[in-house]
């Protein structure tokens, strides 16, 4: 690698970075298989550089290297990592938990998991700070303890510092994890995907808190995600990551406006967008894992842009302008292309109502309980033909438990009528006639458990062929063959078991499973919240085309408001067990009327339209 | 959207950790992981050398099994009489090679009474919670509450010293502690969505229960049978000692035990051999039992599912 550090912009002299990283190389033990390669970052003083990738990127490898920490079974093999000029990797023992926690700090993605069940929440803040000695006295650490906690917008009295970790909601216990990253004011910090369990208003908030901290104590942050809408007004710089190598790094802003990257530029377009200017774009295929990875670039199997160089030699790192970095044989000719290539326009006349449909499935004045607690209350609404309906709402708010109650899956009680056809359907689905289970059919929002691990996927999708029809085999294996078209997956499948397809094949086939009892009604339950975010297009993409081309009623579960213009023509945004506003999409998203659709709207983070320009 | 690349990939927790059939069955790779633990490779050599010897014994013992070959309490006479005679002139050594057939296999047969028994109150009950679950395990607390033996005791002082009835009520009186196995993992595995699927498509119960929990929890029955084994050889040969099992003349091990311990100051190889054979064939399924525990917790530990 050579070295880049002098080439950062002149505003930014070299004095100020802050964390170097070079050349850094993290293998799985035994094998020696590459997780990540020739991964080299800079960041300055009171910079945010985002770290952005898909699951198997390796960027989570990369985030925990920083303090020299590895999982079971990998190790670092080459590379620096310096901080103020200090090498983090060959520290002794000592050294290094003298700094961890204290120049450099780590946020992990699930504080739950990080906080100790078992003490107070002052007692783990202030531990912190005495083991890394701060301030000369314990009233110092004292003040300390309660200026961090005004920091982080948390109360710092004694009943409040007395509380254990599960007392304290979701949000707040990753406040308390931020306070606790920035106690001992660090020089770096490393976020990782700190705000991916949160809703969207908690995560605006947390975000808020995070750009504070570090703006104010001048401290050099690495936030690591998936999400590029996250970072979106968050970081300063961007790194880009796949299969275990930075692809291409610059300033937010360069990089949306004109990746240089072909990766870059299709992950941009699999965003959901929520001003609902831009059609969502999945990237087809999915990230390959260690040990998987294709030689040449590991790109090029997604790629539109591959070329036969591609397949055989991984391309150097480029410099196009001073701290613009990338690598791709073709970014020239891919940095010069913008509007074209990525920027598709929504086709709106999809979301305009034609003709009043029939209803299909109402809903009337339901109320559902959950042993005694009444968690839905007093929900009207209607499912028409082949239309799509959007229910959105963040964790708790019902929209799951009104899902399950019309697919008869929630086992407690049910008051009110759900009607499907004009007629009252049974509480229970098992008490449903053979018909009615047929005509609506449940997406689950896992596919790593709603799949049977010990069942090849020709088992799972003959499952409602036998229960729904009297087939022969020959009968049985076409409709197999058929879903499985329809699902865009070869036939060759029927043979695998689910751990042998990623998360986004298994999607499919739960969606095929669904469809093999030609349903006229499909329910879909937060059916891309496991997946990433350009495998998660990709599946928005195909479920909209199925709904149109098979003129099905789909009822579209969702805590993303912007991704329900990609799929639905009508939404209704639950919040509390109710259902606080309804109507076409496009009215509810330009001109919400309740309070509550306004702030989630404000809440959702979106990429600036940068891209519009062009 | 239709240019999915078809070709498949594995998407494990760990990444190159290259168990592909870690998901579809879960046995087998418990007992390719208990395998390479030395303790399992030691269990196994000690099970199959008894069992090797129970099967054998009989055509390579030197005589017959109710032959008298000298006075009672014979010591041992190279090569004649390796072991001597017992307590009415028979060869010790022979009746030694005749005698594991009956604890072996009755054991076996007791178990996999247990085991079927068990798992399927144990899938039942996990399965269908509410009142069927409540009952059905508080009867199993009632048969938990005696000690096995003096529950097969007291059938057996009523009913008569019957082989069947033996086999019969170790199997019962393993049953609830399996159940209680069985139980557990199938109320995780019934809240996953796989089963939901099945419900919502209208399969029923029977085929929801056999097809699609039963093979997620075969691990640790598999843990539950080698365990139960071990109970069952020392159950099986308690009794036939305290004469409820195989009657005399019938070779057998628990009964040898009995038959000689009058003479043991001046004999002590009918009594001490079939002690030291019973001994160590329950240490070989006890390390075998404890090899696929411990590959088992290793195997959960290492993927984050049951």
């Known amino acids: ?614 | 959207m239709n240019d999915e690349i078809i070709v498949s990939d594995s998407e494990l927790v760990e990444p190159a950790v290259v168990h592909a059939d870690r998901r579809r069955s879960e046995w087998l790779m418990t007992i390719r992981e208990a395998w390479r633990m030395g303790r399992t490779k030691i269990g196994v050599g000690i099970f199959a050398f008894i069992v090797l010897l129970a099967i054998v014994g009989p055509w390579i013992a030197p005589y017959s099994p109710t032959e008298f070959v000298a006075p009672p309490f014979s010591p041992a006479d190279i090569p004649k009489m390796w072991l001597g005679s017992d307590y009415i002139g028979h060869d010790v050594l022979t009746r030694v090679l005749y005698g594991g057939r009956t604890v072996i296999l009755l054991s076996l047969a007791a178990t996999v009474i247990g085991l079927g028994l068990g798992v399927t109150l144990g899938l039942i009950t996990g399965y269908a919670r509410r009142w069927i679950d409540e009952s059905v395990m508080r009867i199993l607390d009632v048969v938990l509450a005696f000690p096995q033996i003096v529950l097969t005791l007291l059938f057996v002082s009523i009913v008569g010293p019957k082989l069947w009835l033996i086999v019969l009520m170790v199997g019962i009186s393993h049953a609830p502690r399996i159940a209680r196995v069985a139980r557990a993992a199938t109320l995780e595995v019934a809240q996953r969505d796989f089963v939901h699927a099945a419900e919502a498509f209208g399969v029923a119960r029977t085929k929801i229960l056999f097809n699609e929990i039963m093979p997620s929890i075969t691990s640790p029955l598999l843990v539950e049978f080698g365990l139960r084994l071990t109970y069952s050889i020392g159950l099986i040969a308690a009794l036939s000692f305290l004469g409820f099992g195989m009657q005399p003349p019938a070779a057998d091990w628990g009964l040898m035990i009995n038959e000689n311990r009058i003479g043991i100051v001046i004999q002590p190889w009918p009594v001490f051999v079939p002690v030291l054979l019973i001994g160590i064939l329950t240490i070989g399924t006890n390390l075998i039992a404890d090899g696929l525990g411990r590959a088992l917790i290793g195997i959960e530990r290492d993927t984050g599912v049951g």
């Not at chain 1, 009295?157 to 994890?177: E, I, M, N, T, W």
């Not at chain 1, 692809?247 to 377009?269: I, M, N, Q, S």
């Not at chain 1, 913008?338 to 003709?355: G, N, P, Q, W």
């Not at chain 1, 297009?537 to 085309?545: S, Y």
């Open chain 1, 1 to 614: 690698m050579e070295p880049t550090t002098s080439a950062g912009p002149a505003t930014t002299p070299e004095r100020d970075v802050v964390l170097m990283v070079e050349g850094l190389r993290i293998v799985l033990d035994p094998s020696g298989v590459d997780i990540d390669d020739e991964v080299s970052l800079v960041i300055r003083r009171g910079e945010v550089l985002g770290l952005v990738g898909e699951s198997a990127s390796g960027k989570t490898t990369v985030a925990t290297s920083l303090l020299d920490y590895q999982r079971r079974g990998a190790k670092i093999a080459a590379g620096h990592v310096e901080i103020d000029g200090q090498d983090i990797l060959s520290m002794g023992p000592a050294a290094l938990r003298a700094v961890r926690g204290g120049a450099i700090s780590y946020v992990p993605q699930d504080s739950s998991a990080a906080l100790n069940p078992a003490l107070r929440i002052g007692t783990q803040l202030m531990e912190i700070l005495e083991v890394h000695g701060f301030g000369a006295s314990a009233a110092e650490r004292e003040a300390r303890l309660a200026q961090m906690m005004a920091e982080v917008l948390l109360p710092s009295d004694k009943v409040f510092l007395r509380r254990y970790p599960h007392q304290l909601s979701g949000g707040q216990q990753q406040r308390v994890a931020i306070a606790m990253a920035f106690a001992n004011r660090p020089k770096v910090i490393v976020l990782d995907e700190p705000t991916t369990a949160l809703d969207v208003t908690t995560q605006a908030h947390v975000l808020d808190t995070i750009r504070d901290l570090t703006r104010s104590y001048g401290v050099a942050a690495l936030y690591v995600t998936h999400d590029l809408a996250v970072v979106s007004n968050l970081a300063d710089r961007i790194a880009v990551m796949y299969a275990g190598r930075v692809v291409e790094t610059g300033t937010r802003d360069e990089l949306f406006a004109a990746g240089h990257h072909p990766y870059t530029r299709k992950l941009l377009a699999s965003i959901p967008d929520i001003t609902g200017e831009r059609a969502l774009r999945g990237i087809p295929g999915w990230a390959p894992r260690p040990g998987r990875r294709p030689s040449g670039c590991a790109f090029t199997p997604r790629c539109d842009w591959a070329v036969d160089r591609c397949h055989e030699e991984f391309p150097p790192v480029e410099e196009p302008s001073p701290g613009r970095r990338v690598r791709c044989w073709r970014w020239k000719e891919v940095g010069v292309q913008v509007a074209d290539l990525d920027i598709h326009l929504r086709d709106k006349s999809l979301s305009a109502r034609d003709t009043e449909e029939k209803t299909v499935i109402s809903v009337r004045d339901v109320a559902a309980f959950y042993q005694r607690k009444e968690i839905l209350h007093g929900i009207t609404t209607g499912l028409s033909e082949r239309r799509c309906l959007a229910l959105v709402g963040e964790s708790g708010s019902g929209k799951t438990t009104l899902a399950r109650c019309i697919a008869g899956l929630h086992p407690h009680k049910i008051v009110g009528d759900i009607e499907f056809g004009g007629k009252a359907l049974a509480r229970d689905a098992r008490n449903r006639p053979r018909a009615t289970r047929q005509a609506i059919q449940y997406i689950f929002q896992s596919p790593y458990s709603s799949l049977n691990p010990r069942k090849t996927i020709g088992q799972i999708l003959s499952q409602p062929l036998r229960v729904f029809f009297d087939l022969s085999r020959d009968e049985m294996e076409g409709r197999m063959e058929k879903v499985l078209e329809q699902v865009a997956l070869d036939s060759s499948l029927l043979s695998r078991y689910p751990d042998q397809l990623s998360g986004g094949e298994r999607q499919r086939v739960a969606i095929a499973r669904g469809l093999a009892a030609e349903p006229m009604v499909l329910i879909c339950d937060e059916v891309t919240s496991w997946l990433d975010v350009s495998v998660q297009a990709a599946i928005i993409e195909l479920l909209a085309g199925l709904q149109r081309e098979m003129g099905l009623s789909m009822l579209f579960v969702t805590h993303n408001l912007a991704l329900v213009r990609s799929i639905s023509q009508e939404v209704a945004v639950m919040n509390e067990g109710r259902i606080v506003e309804y109507g076409g999409v496009d009215a509810v998203l330009e001109d919400p009327q309740a309070d509550y659709t306004k702030k989630l709207l404000s809440d959702t983070p979106t990429i600036p339209a940068v891209t519009a320009e062009a």
